[in-house]
């Protein structure tokens, strides 16, 4: 139920209105004249797609609008097929000796009752796991095996206020914060929130499927270490208490996911804070004493507004939407960062072929969508249903869960669920043969 593929959200604590003075980042350096390819964010699907050109012999500028990459991010769990793109790239074992968990099972627990126990650990080996990687290991990593390519370069620090046109409206750069970058496509990678796709003028496609949102938070395990970190991501359903995900975070965390009904923090928050801790310690018993202990605001906490969304189209003449930019979707799963790397492996030859041919119009771009368009809405058809299955509340649906998950468990379904959400479309591959050198 985790891995939106920004990884962050509003701190729900934080002041309206208050203005925050920070001083300005440094002047870009001088754009190259024309860069072939510029990725406006570099989360894991913008970084993985720059070094996925990088390779094929292009010049890619990657812009950010942040500085730092040690900041909090929500996203971390990386499924099976995330885990063998980044294998491929040579990412994945840097990564990981940054530090990682890994986690064998997904667990749906109703008052200590086993109700779903997907084990990982049925397929094949080596991405027989869940892998909790903190996105700042990822990040750093990917833009460590970027900046070994002379055709580099990496804007952090700038936000892009503006799109290039040309006189036939063609997109053909970015603005950010004055300097330019000119390219010969722009990718918008920049989250759910993309201000690519607002300047391009093109609709988010916003819909409520979801019943829930969640209210995230970190808690430091002991110094003492206490108990090991489990090796199961679990959701915690209790007789009168919102679900609750759990699982271990690098290096001494636990990360936890509270479901409030949508659009109701306020409710929750209207009570004070102790109103908020007592009812996040009834909902994790366990974690009681942390809870008391560790938050002390409710800057403690992350409120994640879930929504699914997909936008109206994802090309325009020289542009392209990817990633939580083009469609948006629930935690549910940990399906956000698995997208975007996957989406980067599929439009990865299309862009290559692009620029190969000078080709950047509309339509040419438009066979990103079509290609991907259908595993997206297999997903979405499915986190709606995972929605309803495991977080969903009311006399009859609590007495038909246990039947059906028991059901569910010895068929043919559960294994095809699973290949599912762990790999995506199998035909997804990373397209070696375009690599130069």
């Keep these: 139920m985790t891995g939106a593929e920004d990884g962050t959200a509003a701190a729900p604590g934080a002041a309206a209105g208050t203005e925050r003075r920070t001083a300005a980042p440094p002047a870009m350096a001088p754009a190259p004249e024309r860069t072939d390819v510029c990725v406006v964010g570099a989360g894991p699907g913008g970084l993985t797609l720059a070094l996925l050109l990088l390779r094929s012999g292009l010049r890619v500028t990657v812009v950010e609008k942040t500085r730092s990459r040690d900041r909090e991010f929500r996203g971390e769990i990386l499924q099976p097929g995330a885990l063998a793109v980044l294998d491929r790239l040579g990412v994945l074992a840097g ?42 290991h990822l990040l750093a990593e990917l833009l460590a095996h970027c900046a ?40 918008g990678a920049d989250g759910r929130f993309s201000k690519v796709r607002r300047l391009a003028g093109i609709g988010a496609g916003r819909t409520e499927a979801f019943d829930q949102d969640v209210l995230w938070f970190k808690l430091r395990r002991p110094a003492d270490g206490g108990a090991p970190p489990s090796r199961d991501v679990r959701v915690l359903r209790g007789r009168d208490s919102s679900p609750v995900l759990v699982y271990g975070s690098w290096p001494d965390r636990v990360q936890i996911g509270w479901t409030l009904p949508h659009q109701g923090y306020r409710d929750v928050v209207r009570h004070g804070l102790d109103h908020v801790k007592e009812q996040l310690a009834h909902a994790v018993p366990e974690y009681a004493g942390l809870i008391d202990e560790q938050i002390t605001s409710l800057r403690d906490l992350t409120l994640l507004d879930v929504f699914s969304g997909r936008a109206e189209r994802w090309a325009a003449d020289g542009l392209v939407l990817m990633g939580d930019a083009a469609h948006t979707h629930s935690p549910i799963g940990a399906q956000g960062i698995n997208l975007a790397v996957q989406d980067a492996v599929v439009l990865h030859p299309l862009l290559v072929e692009a620029v190969a041919a000078d080709r950047a119009d509309a339509a040419f771009l438009s066979r990103f969508e079509e290609r991907r ?31 059906l998950a028991a059901v569910v468990r010895h068929t043919p379904v559960y294994r095809k669920i699973l290949r599912t959400v762990a790999f995506g479309n199998p035909s997804v591959r990373v397209a070696e043969h375009l690599f130069t050198g």
């Design 373 to 403: 368009a259908p595993d997206i809405a297999a997903v979405m058809r499915l986190q709606e249903m995972q929605s309803k299955a495991m977080l969903a509340s009311g006399g009859l649906v609590n007495r038909v869960r246990p039947r």
């Design 148 to 187: 070994a390519f002379p055709g580099f370069r990496y804007a952090e620090g700038h936000r892009v206020d503006g799109l290039l046109r040309d006189g036939d409206g063609r997109v053909t750069g970015v603005t950010a914060g004055g300097p330019a970058v000119t390219a010969r496509i722009v990718v």
């Design 95 to 136: 990564a990981r000796a940054r530090g990682c968990h890994e986690h064998s099972r997904f667990r749906l627990l109703e008052r200590d009752r086993v109700l779903l126990d997907v084990d990982y650990r049925t397929l094949p080996a080596p991405y027989d796991h869940l892998l909790s990687l903190p996105q700042s």
